[in-house]
């Protein structure tokens, strides 16, 4: 089982990211996902999640209206869109594969390896 996350990179404030959450060994229709991110000396902390179902989405405060989680099953695969990014969004973004969602990293069992996305001011 691996999750693989991709897509950070450098980037201007007021600019856009999509980070990529790939599976091998695992569906990832079959479980709720979860982004987090870790900034340099803070601690892990959640971003944003999406149940199996796909119906509801949760979104920390600090980005709410800006990303947006979403599926592509037949890919399996699961997407973060970043959108108006901030310096604060600095941080390696993680995404996390668990049976149920929430806002905790104890909710998740599978974790990829972590992407970092930069935020130039």
């Known amino acids: 089982v691996q999750l693989q996350a991709s897509g950070g990179g450098l980037v201007q404030a007021g600019g856009s990211l999509r980070l990529s959450c790939a599976a091998s060994?695992?569906?990832?229709?079959?479980?709720?996902i979860g982004w987090f991110r870790q900034a340099p000396g803070k601690e892990r902390e959640f971003v944003a999640a999406?149940?199996?179902?796909?119906?509801?989405?949760n979104y920390a405060d600090s980005v709410k209206g800006r990303f947006t989680i979403s599926r592509d099953n037949a890919k399996n695969t699961v997407y973060l869109q970043m959108n108006s990014l901030k310096p604060e969004d600095t941080a390696v973004y993680y995404c996390?594969?668990?049976?149920?969602?929430?806002?905790?990293?104890?909710?998740?069992?599978?974790w990829g390896q972590g992407t970092l996305v930069t935020v130039s001011s």
């Open positions: 999406v149940t199996r179902s796909s119906i509801t989405t």
């Open positions: 060994g695992l569906t990832l229709s079959s479980y709720a």
């Open positions: 996390a594969a668990g049976r149920a969602s929430g806002v905790n990293s104890y909710a998740y069992t599978y």
